[in-house]
């Protein structure tokens, strides 16, 4: 490696590392739920107890699970999807579909199940869906859905549970 192509390196990294930092920036507004109050809080430590990793993740520290990989994504069952944090009920499925996107889809929530914030993490704008209860983050909605509500609840199978309707 020559001096030109060192300098070109550091350059690029250089650029690279402060676009990261801007859009970290644009992604580091408050977490608009930090002003609303839920009907379950727990501190830290009690989430942690009660949470797997993965839900605590998800849930708590808005993370997102690998596309493809909750069973819930496959369950085709009748019956009622809640929240892992604290079992509301949040979807049914009626309104389950299969989206193609690897994560278990609706096209309608519960009524008055859920909570909306604008999430512009990332460095766009989304609507994010959280447990109007305990305020977990459950995922996004995106208007792409089908009819009759054109949305899409893009839900982490690790934010639920199932509970199958009984006979």
Known sequence: MNRRD??????????LSAGTAAML???????????????????????HTILSD???NVLRK???????????????????????GCDLPVYSSET????????????????NAVGKTVDRSLGMTRTEVHCRRCGGHLGHVFDDGPPPTGLR???NGVALTFKPATA
């Open 25 to 47: 920036r644009l992604g580091g507004a408050p977490d608009a739920r930090a002003a609303e109050t839920f009907e379950i809080t727990k501190t830290e430590a009690e989430w």
């Open 62 to 84: 808005q993370g997102t699970e690998y596309p493809g990989t909750s069973p819930l994504l496959n369950e085709h069952r009748k019956g009622i999807f809640h929240c892992a």
């Open 6 to 15: 060192f300098l070109l390196s550091g350059a690029a990294v250089a650029t």
């Open 153 to 155: 609840h893009c839900i």
């Open 96 to 111: 389950k579909f299969d989206s193609g996107t690897g994560w278990p889809s609706f096209w309608q929530e519960i009524h």
């Open 54 to 56: 993965a839900a605590f």
